[in-house]
């Protein structure tokens, strides 16, 4: 889990994720929907390929990317039990605010 998050801690690896959330994309397409390097796109979509969070395959000359589900469901599954801490704090607020005169 660590790894994980020392992966998505950098704001341009999860920019990648983030355009790739629709469907797969060339490098070319993401060095202009980020405007980041070609090579520096190269460097993030290698971490994140090594992490386990995107896939590649060619078609012809171009490599294709796309989002991997599996490690970002890890990621939920661990933020599920804070996920009922902060609903209890949210319900204890609205009690709270129930009880206040308007």
């Given amino acids: 889990m660590t790894l994980a998050f020392d992966v998505l801690a950098e ?11 629709d469907g797969e994309q060339p ?11 070609q090579p ?3 460097k993030h979509l290698r971490v994140l ?5 995107v896939e590649s395959r060619s078609e012809g000359q171009r490599r294709l990317y ?3 589900t599996e490690p970002l469901q890890e990621i939920d599954q661990w933020l599920e039990p804070y996920r009922v801490i902060w609903a209890s704090h949210l319900d204890a607020l609205d009690r709270h605010l129930d009880t206040m005169p308007d």
């Fill in 11 to 21: 704001p341009n690896r999860r920019r990648i994720l983030d355009a790739l959330r």
């Fill in 27 to 37: 490098v070319g397409a993401l060095v202009d929907e980020l405007a980041l390097s």
């Fill in 40 to 42: 520096s796109v190269s």
């Fill in 49 to 53: 390929r090594e992490a386990g969070f």
């Fill in 66 to 68: 796309r989002v991997r």
